[in-house]
């Protein structure tokens, strides 16, 4: 009964449409997949799902569940908030990485093991990632309940994991199999946290080929060797001047402040972040309209925090509108490619300098 | 002709001429060129079986030391610890290191898109691969009207392998997923792991199914 309706929740996130795709990848129907009528209501599909499993499963399955909920994650990952961590290496020696799926299920279950008697456990391969989702019960007699999943993407050969709902009570061992199964040393949080894996992994990947050096990634600036022609360079789509009676009298500064944003943050489209936090522990600069902060020697503290759709795209258009100087401060030209999103900002004193350039 | 077209016309036919012998220099596979005096910019050409394929940037600043500053390669080549090793000690090395596993990536990867061209009848579903191509999962029909199914899993234990050091071949029914319903030849099993080990992937089912 309890399998059930945690069924019938996983399914229900499903839009009607990605039902039959979902059921086709899921494979645990077989031929009962082409008895379901999907021009029924979204309730009907969904027991004829129920009954179709528990027919081919009188007993149950230890796996579908899990695969189930985690190619559901996959369709609808965005609802989700996901942090990227990065694995460290302290000696010379390679990691120990893996790129099949299921044998990296193998040496994870095997250090999950070690510390919980009841999870479970499912490894797929989507968008040439590994997706994990490990659930794990309080309790040695209990079932592992849907909420307590945590989601993971790791993409092999890389140092870079993504992660979602870690509870704090398995957080640290979850993390700690990560590091002993792909053989590193520890893991860190690098502070980019964000809705969009593609986005996160893409910057935390990709960090030294962002903004105008993107072309060269996207293969968008040189032709093969022995083809003809040239290539049409992306520009932006300047706007057309259609009524004669409109004279533009700053077209000069016009076209190098897009010069200049174009450099920074290149013509394509910029990767998608929701928030962007800065802290600032600096002196408070803004004397000449506050003079009764003229007498305040300490650090200011504030937090200044960029929210929306896509924040790299919204900092680039800023320039763009002319509502920020141009060219744009280094913590907000540089924030494509320094992979994260949370930033201290302080003043430059020795003390600092020496610390930032022993993270650099 | 006026003699201010003649001297614009002999420009840019000189213009031409220097772009088309870059474009020939292309061709030797790596270029190196220095778009800003203290910034090289080298650009690796890759190929499969004689068409070109995507180029992959680097660009490198030297001060006291040389310094990664940009680069377009993919993310699991192991750029980092070769860098530490022979960037600022052995450039060419480096250099042809790098060329290396991205000629190893191209040919994998080209190998896989082959397959699906070649013998999409024969195959079932996708070709299933990682990002840099060395694990790869297939299913197919020894012949369009067989029941039997052979399932291959290749591993590519080095990102510079071009032939797989992992060959594991499971024979099945359609319609079945385990294995054992399938009466296995073992001589055949151990053919067709000989073909994986011994020659690029596309090859290696043309000899399995011949």
């Known amino acids: 009964m309890m399998e059930r309706e945690i069924f019938r929740k996983i399914l229900g996130r499903l839009r009607k449409d990605e039902l039959r795709p979902v059921l086709q990848e899921w494979g645990h129907l077989g031929k009962r997949l082409h008895e379901i009528d999907f021009s029924h209501s979204k309730h009907s599909v969904h027991s004829y799902v129920v009954k179709g499993f528990m027919k081919n499963y009188p007993n149950g399955h230890p796996d579908a569940v899990g695969k189930l909920d985690l190619l559901c994650l996959q369709k609808h990952s965005a609802k989700r908030t996901w942090a990227v961590y990065h694995l460290k290496k302290e000696q010379d020696s390679p990691p120990n990485d893996v790129a099949d799926p299921k044998e990296f299920e193998q040496r994870l279950r095997r250090e999950l093991g070690v510390d919980f008697k009841k999870m479970e456990l499912c490894v797929l391969q989507h968008e040439k990632a590994l997706w994990v989702r490990i659930c794990i019960s309080k309790g040695s007699k209990t079932k592992p309940m849907l909420k307590n999943a945590t989601y993971c993407v790791h993409f092999p050969h890389t140092p870079v994991l993504i992660v979602t709902n870690m509870k704090a009570a398995t957080a640290e061992s979850i993390k700690q199999a990560f590091v002993n199964v792909l053989d590193y040393d520890d893991i860190q949080d690098i502070r980019l946290t964000g809705r969009c894996v593609k986005s996160l992994a893409q910057l935390s990947l990709n960090k030294y080929s962002q903004g105008s050096f993107s072309q060269y990634r996207l293969n968008q600036v040189d032709l093969q060797p022995l083809s003809h022609g040239k290539k049409r360079k992306r520009t932006e789509s300047e706007e057309s001047i259609t009524d004669p009676r409109i004279v533009f009298v700053n077209q000069k500064e016009k076209k190098q402040r897009l010069e200049i944003l174009n450099d920074t943050f290149g013509p394509n489209p910029q990767p998608t972040l929701e928030k962007i936090e800065y802290k600032l522990e600096t002196k408070f600069h803004g004397n000449h309209y506050a003079p009764g902060m003229r007498n305040h020697t300490g650090p200011f503290h504030c937090r200044v925090k960029f929210e929306g759709t896509s924040v790299i795209e919204g900092i680039k258009n800023l320039g763009k509108t002319e509502l920020a100087v141009v060219p744009l401060p280094d913590h907000l030209a540089k924030v494509h490619s320094l992979a994260k999103n949370h930033f201290v900002l302080q003043d430059k004193t020795k003390a600092n300098k020496s610390v930032q350039d022993s993270q650099t | ?210």
């Open chain 2, 1 to 210: 002709m006026g003699p201010q077209e003649l001297v614009q016309l002999v420009a840019e036919t000189q213009k031409k001429k220097f772009e088309e012998l870059i474009q020939a220099y292309r061709l030797t596979g790596i270029t190196v060129t220095t778009p800003e005096p203290d910034i090289t910019r080298v650009c690796w050409d890759t190929a499969h079986k004689g068409t070109l394929c995507e180029p992959y940037y680097m660009e490198i600043q030297h001060k006291e030391t040389l310094r990664i500053l940009r680069h377009s390669l993919p993310y699991f080549v192991p750029l980092e610890t070769v860098s530490q090793t022979l960037l600022n000690t052995d450039f060419k090395k480096f250099v042809a290191s790098m060329s290396e596993y991205l000629a190893a990536y191209v040919n994998r990867r080209q190998e896989i898109v082959m397959l699906q061209k070649k013998y999409s009848d024969i195959l079932i579903g996708e070709v299933e691969s990682s990002h840099a191509a060395d694990f790869v999962q297939f299913q197919l029909k020894l012949q369009p009207e067989s029941e039997q199914i052979i399932e291959a899993k290749l591993t590519y234990e080095q990102l510079t392998d071009i032939i797989p050091t992992k060959v594991r071949i499971k024979v099945l029914l359609r319609n079945s997923a385990n294995a054992s319903d399938v009466i296995v030849n073992t001589q055949d099993i151990k053919h067709y792991k000989e073909c994986f080990h011994s020659m690029e992937l596309t090859k290696a089912v043309g000899e399995i199914i011949d």
